[in-house]
């Protein structure tokens, strides 16, 4: 695939997961909010290029800040590996769409601010997450914001190293929610027809580890369901409830499948600023994953019968079950490297057939994200994950 196909301007690089059709972006929308104190934080406004440029400056003694810039892209970028290259692309990719489906949860159920591309909210699904905790709109805001963070600073890297970043904007095409609260823009995730994936839930209460060949089965079926709310609906309703249900377990599922990928991935990765990018994010994508395992134990019983309907049982009445009670959110020492040795508490799985790109790929295809785009778009993402699959760490 040639590299063009991911180009964009490096001055864009800083809103580059927000739709360029837009009239109206979220950079408009800082830039408006500064006169009035409100403008996003310090780190989301100064470009990799204004950093370097002048920030490092402050340090430099008597050497210029450009040559600083380039002794530490150098040093950086020493040994980068066509490789690593690839790991750095597929995950880049995998931040955009985590940051394009976080962006949707937020408008809706998240805390409205300048610091991530916000909508206006949606009083009825913010009312049903919070049942779940008080503190869910926050959380969402703050994990929508760390997406962003990590796709816009990965694009930076792969700028600095002297290679194209990655862009999807032609890709946002698919509908947002006509609920009360969402922006009327472009979306490269839909999460209106969602399966969700909830056997993490089995396995980490498990001594058992899919890289063994273990197979968890589902906890709850949640099968073509929507995780916002596709139009508004009543405050306390059974509907609503079970949509916020369906986001809180789907929280969980992206952000363990993360934790999974970034482990696996930095097995492969030669370069040590590359493993260093990769084994950091993926330790928030692990603390994402905590935060999101103990809130989707809280959801309440709720039931939408019929066709097309779900339930979730009352996960208070599994107590006294390891395998399924609610609070035993610590991963389950399971058996690791080799079933011989004494059980260990790990990620799991992270193997590269279990935890790796392509793994992470059928992951989000499979749970119907991608409902509605394009195959082109679809067919571009296999191929960033069999290359980053491809990797092989050198010495």
């Not at 057939?353 to 989000?364: I, M, N, S, T, Y």
Request: hydrophobic letters at 40%; aromatic letters at 8%; a negative charge.
């Amino acid at each position: 695939m040639a590299r063009a196909a991911f180009c964009c301007d490096f001055v864009d690089m800083k809103t580059m997961n927000e739709p360029s059709a837009n009239s109206f972006t979220a950079t408009q929308e800082n830039e408006a909010q500064k006169g009035e104190g409100k403008g996003p934080s310090a780190k989301n406004r100064i470009s990799r290029r204004s950093f370097l440029g002048k920030s490092l400056a402050l340090g430099a003694g008597t050497m210029g800040a450009g040559l600083l810039a380039e002794t530490a892209v150098a040093s950086a970028s020493a040994g980068i590996t066509q490789g690593d290259i690839a790991i750095l692309r597929w995950l880049t990719a995998a931040e955009i769409i985590e940051g394009d489906l976080w962006q949707q949860y937020n408008e809706l159920g998240g805390i409205q601010d300048s610091e991530v591309p916000g909508g206006s909210g949606n009083e009825a699904y913010t009312g049903a997450l919070e049942v779940l905790d008080e503190d869910m709109p926050q959380y969402i805001h703050d994990n929508t914001d760390d997406e962003f963070s990590h796709a816009r600073f990965l694009n930076a890297f792969l700028v600095s190293i002297g290679e194209q970043p990655v862009n999807f904007d032609a890709f946002r095409t698919l509908p947002s929610s006509q609920a009360t609260g969402a922006r009327q823009i472009g979306r490269l995730t839909n999460l209106m027809h969602l399966n969700v994936d909830t056997s993490w839930y089995l396995r980490y209460r498990s001594a058992r580890n899919p890289d063994f060949g273990f197979n968890f089965p589902q906890l709850i079926i949640i099968a073509n369901r929507p995780a916002i709310p596709p139009m508004d609906l009543p405050s306390g309703s059974d509907a609503i409830q079970a949509i916020a249900n369906t986001a809180a377990f789907h929280f969980a599922a992206i952000e363990q499948g993360g934790s999974s990928l970034y482990t696996t991935l930095a097995l492969k990765v030669t370069n040590e600023t590359v493993l260093r990018i990769v084994i950091s994010i993926g330790g928030s994508e692990v603390n994402h994953f905590a935060i999101w395992h103990d809130k989707a134990g809280n959801a309440p019983a709720v039931s939408i019968p019929g066709p097309g309907g779900v339930h979730f049982p009352d996960l208070g009445s599994f107590d006294g079950n390891e395998d399924k009670q609610k609070n035993l959110i610590m991963p389950e020492p399971c058996d690791f490297i080799d079933q011989h040795l004494p059980d260990c508490s790990v990620i799991r799985p992270s193997s590269v057939a279990k935890g790796g790109a392509v793994r992470a790929f059928h992951a989000f295809n499979d749970s119907r994200l991608f409902f509605g785009q394009s195959t082109a778009f679809v067919a571009m993402l296999s191929k960033l994950a069999q290359d980053a699959d491809a990797a092989e760490r050198g010495i």
